[in-house]
C-alpha cells in the first residue's frame, strides 16, 4: 500500500503551482493540434497586415477567449477566415 504525507504549503504557493501546472497542461494539447497560445505582439507579427486596432475589432467581433493575456493562433486565424 502507498504511503500517505501530509504536507503544508502556502495558499499562494499552491495556487502558483496549480497555475503552472494547468499552463503546461494548455500548452501539450495545442502542441498536439499544431496550436500555440500567443500575445497580441506575437499575432501581429506572425500574421501579415494584423494590428493591435485589427486584432481588437476581430476579438469583438468573434468573442476570442483570452487566456493569461493569451490568445490561440489557430482560433484567431480561423476567425480571420470567418470575418473575412
Do not use: W
Not at 503546461?24 to 493540434?33: G, K, P, R, T
Amino acid at each position: 500500500m502507498a504511503e500517505i504525507k501530509l504536507i503544508a504549503i502556502q495558499e499562494a504557493e499552491l495556487r502558483e503551482i496549480i497555475r503552472q501546472e494547468v499552463t503546461i497542461a494548455i500548452n501539450e494539447v495545442l502542441s498536439a493540434q499544431n496550436d500555440e497560445l500567443v500575445t497580441i505582439k506575437q499575432i501581429c507579427e506572425k500574421i501579415p497586415g494584423m494590428t493591435r486596432y485589427l486584432f481588437k475589432q476581430l476579438e469583438r467581433k468573434t468573442k476570442l477567449k483570452n487566456i493569461n493575456g493569451r490568445y490561440s493562433l489557430k482560433a484567431v486565424r480561423d476567425a480571420l477566415h470567418q470575418d473575412g
